[in-house]
Nanobody
Framework: QVQLAESGGGLVQPGGSLRLSCAASGSIFTIYAMGWYRQAPGKRELVAAITSGGSTNYADSVKGRFTISRDSTKNTLYLQMNSLKPEDTAVYYC???????????????WGQGTQVTVSS
């Protein structure tokens, strides 16, 4: 059984910062890639992703403001969000493309989401 648990969301003023975390636990053999998505009313988008080799990919809307990183020793993913804007308001989900050590199956797992609200 694999679980992803996000934390770090909340309410922040425009221009502020937040750091999201996503801890993966359970029967993990290897993680190939992890990423952050966000869901706003009527819109879902990939925010950022990182591979096991450290390659990163960002949505154009967050380039230069958000930084994705990963601590492989802890199976934890981070998203540092700076210069936040009201349009960044959404539920943020992490996912992990990984291989389960119990059954040897590779699949994508999702966390439960954390709300980020940017408002004055």
């Amino acid at each position: 059984q694999v679980q992803l648990a996000e934390s770090g969301g909340g309410l922040v003023q425009p221009g502020g910062s937040l750091r999201l975390s996503c801890a993966a636990s359970g029967s993990i053999f290897t993680i190939y890639a992890m990423g952050w998505y966000r869901q706003a009313p009527g819109k879902r988008e990939l925010v950022a992703a990182i591979t096991s080799g450290g390659s990163t990919n960002y949505a154009d809307s967050v380039k230069g403001r958000f930084t994705i990183s990963r601590d492989s020793t802890k199976n934890t993913l981070y998203l540092q969000m700076n210069s936040l804007k009201p349009e960044d308001t959404a539920v943020y989900y992490c996912n992990a493309d990984l291989q389960d050590s119990r059954v040897g199956v590779r699949k994508v797992y999702w966390g439960q989401g954390t709300q980020v609200t940017v408002s004055s």
